[in-house]
């Protein structure tokens, strides 16, 4: 079974430093996709960023990069230049080949301070 | 932005009522989903649906039915309400993964509360 963890129940950064938020994975699959989330106070659930395992690249959205190291089953979340509006909780999710619904971990939540 | 509606968006009830929570989109995507969030757990799927009439069941699925009737309409029914279910439910949908990444949309979640 596929499983997402996320080891940072909660996280500090000083506002326009970097942060690397954790996820490691876990599957048989060859073929799957990683997403992180962001889940505001407002409680909406934001579509950040996207990596297929078969990426060569690792992908990025502006201030988002993810970090995918394919061997050590890890894809870790860079946010580049912290703002007070980072704040938020973060989700890691996978999804195995196919249409299979996403997986989430449990989240890590994020504190930028000015 | 996604056109998904969640009804009602806050809900008190009492232990052993029924309770329907209904996700609406007018985006015409294949699939729909049903998850809930709770503290210290992330979002775990509860139900999910891959076409009008064709569901299945997700992780945490005791508890709880689903239907679907409409492309545009995944219904989310607890039979009889337990403590238990207090949570905040969010519907999701996406239209496949193989037209883009195959993110998920969410609703703005619907709150309910168990007494």
Sequence with gaps: AQKITQTQ???FVQEKEAVTLDCTYDTSDPSYGLFWYKQPSSGEM???IYQGSYDQQNATEGRYSLNFQKARKSANLVISASQLGDSAMYFCAMRSPGNTPLVFGKGT???VIA | DAGITQSPRHKVTETGTPVTLRCHQTENHRYMYWYRQD???GLR???YSYGVKDTDKGEVSDGYSV??????DFLLTL???TSSQTSVYFCAISDGAGKNTGELFFGEGSRLTVL
């Design chain 2, 45 to 47: 799927l509860i139900h």
């Design chain 2, 79 to 81: 039979e009889s309400a």
């Design chain 2, 67 to 72: 239907s679907r009737s409409k492309t545009e």
């Design chain 1, 9 to 11: 129940p909660g996280m």
């Design chain 2, 39 to 41: 503290p210290g757990h």
């Design chain 1, 46 to 48: 934001i579509f950040l």
């Design chain 1, 109 to 111: 939540r994020l504190s």
